[in-house]
């Protein structure tokens, strides 16, 4: 069983940045073979879930027309841990952003809790 854990979430303003972080937690043999891709999604109040970027297993990125040129994502192989750099943040860039992992990038069957962003103008 792979359990994902993200965490890096807060408050800050309009302008700032954040880093959000997504850990897989499990046996090891089980997290390389049921994680290929994973993807950053959020959702915000009355809104509905909205993907942000995604990154496999090559290393391809993909990201959300919103959030192209100020969001990042990448990867840490030895600790099993995804990242998502986001500058230059918006007030609509609040919401709940959780993280899904999967054999493929559409194969999201493992979700981690969710960590709430939150940009204040």
């Known amino acids: 069983q792979v359990q994902l854990v993200e965490s890096g979430g807060g408050s800050v303003q309009a302008g700032g940045s954040l880093r959000l972080s997504c850990a897989a937690y499990?046996?090891?043999?089980?997290?390389?073979?049921?994680?290929?891709?994973m993807t950053w999604f959020r959702q915000a109040p009355g809104k509905e879930r909205e993907g942000v970027a995604s990154?496999?297993?090559?290393?391809?990125?993909s990201y959300g027309d919103s959030v192209k040129g100020r969001f990042t994502i990448s990867r840490d192989h030895a600790k099993v841990i995804w990242y998502l750099e986001m500058n230059q943040l918006k007030p609509e860039d609040t919401a709940m952003y959780y993280c899904?992992?999967?054999?493929?990038?559409?194969?999201?069957?493992?979700w981690g809790q969710g960590t709430q962003v939150t940009v204040s103008s």
């Open positions: 990154i496999g297993g090559d290393g391809r990125t």
């Open positions: 499990g046996h090891t043999y089980s997290i390389y073979n049921s994680i290929y891709c």
């Open positions: 899904a992992a999967g054999r493929t990038c559409s194969d999201n069957n493992y």
